[in-house]
């Protein structure tokens, strides 16, 4: 199936500072690229996504940005809070795929 | 509206017991899923459902069975439990298969001892 890499695995940032996540895939069908965040012992939850036909989004203080030929999209948070602290997963799908294919996730910790 | 709904939130099995999760949505979602979540291994797919009347597994379907009963309700089960099966279990719901947004629901929290 498809297969997606999420870098880094842990990020660590001062309040305030930005903070960058990374994913890459090799399907260049995928056409929906969704971004969730879990806070500890939560459900994961939607916070933003994005479409093959849109190369950025933004809600507010994150933002997710989609290279289609480099095949890569990214979340990014400014003026980080500590309540941005969770772990944070991308995720795609389309394609003709009846599912999503998530990444192995990211562990974001903002230190006040 | 409750969004997804799972029970039991707790459970604890003996190595081959058997147990049924229970999953409803009440959103007019057409797909259902169910994810195991482990520590470093992210979300993975063992069923889904793309519609109602459909099932087909996912990424690590063995040792278990799932049923769409109706539009509302998917349920996993079981049938011997292994130690191998300790997770988190989310079932998720989506308007649309593959391509909108997943609604979790709170989790159930499974030990196999």
């Known amino acids: 199936g498809e297969n997606v890499e999420q870098h880094p695995s842990t990020l660590s940032v001062q309040e305030g500072d930005s903070a960058v996540i990374k994913c890459t895939y090799s399907?260049?069908?995928?056409?929906?690229f969704p971004w969730y965040k879990q806070e500890l012992g939560k459900r994961p939850q939607l916070i933003i996504d994005i479409r093959s036909n849109v190369g950025e989004k933004k809600d507010q203080r994150i933002a997710v940005t989609l290279n289609k030929t480099a095949k890569h999209f990214s979340l990014h948070i400014t003026e980080t809070q500590p309540e941005d602290s969770a772990v944070y997963f991308c995720a795609l799908g389309g394609a003709g795929s009846y599912q999503l294919t998530f990444g192995k996730g990211t562990k974001l910790s903002v230190i006040p | 509206n409750a969004g997804v709904t799972q029970t039991p939130k707790f459970q604890v099995l003996k190595t081959g017991q058997s147990m049924t999760l229970q999953c409803a949505q009440d959103m007019n979602h057409n797909s259902m899923y169910w994810y195991r979540q482990d520590p470093g291994m992210g979300l993975r797919l063992i069923y889904y459902s793309a519609s109602e009347g459909t099932t087909d597994k996912g990424e690590v379907p063995n040792g278990y069975n799932v049923s769409r009963l109706n539009k509302r309700e998917f349920s996993l089960r079981l049938e011997s439990a292994a130690p191998s099966q300790t997770s988190v279990y989310f079932c998720?719901?989506?308007?649309?298969?593959?391509?909108?947004?997943?609604?979790f629901g709170n989790g159930t929290r499974l030990t196999v001892t």
């Open positions: 998720a719901s989506s308007p649309n298969a593959g391509d909108s947004p997943l609604h």
């Open positions: 399907d260049s069908a995928s056409n929906y």
